[in-house]
């Protein structure tokens, strides 16, 4: 099945802004955002612009987006 991969902020060094990848039926967005190894924490999740747990199992045409831990004051 096909889904949208979204990178924000410093997940996107070096890597992409948006990109299409194929990935086996049962694949959940743990699995994704595993076989990225992004560096640092996860922040938020979305699929489909709402929020999502790591366990969500993608469906084909879902869009996953996936922003770093930030902190501010």
């Not at 997940?11 to 194929?22: A, L, P």
């Amino acid at each position: 099945m096909r889904i949208t991969v979204k990178l924000f902020a410093t997940f996107r060094k070096c890597r992409f802004d948006v990109k299409v990848r194929e990935v086996p039926p049962g694949t959940t967005v743990s699995d994704v955002v595993e076989e990225m190894r992004l560096p640092g924490s996860i922040g938020i999740i979305f699929v489909n612009s709402r929020h999502a747990d790591p366990s969500h199992e993608l469906s084909d045409g879902d869009t996953l987006a996936v922003f770093p831990l930030v902190g501010g004051g």
